[in-house]
């Protein structure tokens, strides 16, 4: 089993920046790959950013510019630095992993508000 656990959320001026954490733990081999989506209220969720353990990024095209997802290997830990924000970035961000253990697994933090007020 792997846990996902994200921190960094909270709430913030429009022009303003944060940081979302998300850690990973528990028995597996490797990660593949990392996520970060979001879900606003009434909205389906998105995918925000990618980033693979090769070091592969992409990004959706509302932030582009803006966030820049990273990754600590050693630490199996994805990171989201979100500047410029927006409004419209108000949402739950979710961590996702893509790991291999005995097979190949995608787990799901529990996800940490991101508030931008105008």
């Known amino acids: 089993q792997v846990q996902l656990v994200e921190s960094g959320g909270g709430v913030v001026q429009a022009g303003g920046s944060l940081r979302l954490s998300c850690a990973a733990s528990?028995?597996?081999?490797?990660?593949?790959?990392m996520d970060w989506y979001r879900q606003a209220p009434g909205k389906q969720r998105e995918l925000v950013a990618t980033i693979t353990s090769g070091g592969s990024t992409n990004y959706a095209d509302s932030v582009k510019g803006r966030f820049t997802i990273s990754m600590d290997n050693a630490k199996n830990t994805v990171f989201l630095q979100m500047n410029s924000l927006k409004p419209e970035d108000t949402a739950v961000y979710y961590c996702?992993?893509?790991?291999?253990?005995?097979?190949?697994?995608?787990?799901w933090g529990q996800g940490t508000q991101v508030t931008v007020s105008s």
């Open positions: 996702r992993a893509g790991v291999t253990g005995r097979a190949f697994v995608r787990y």
């Open positions: 528990g028995s597996f081999f490797s990660i593949n790959d």
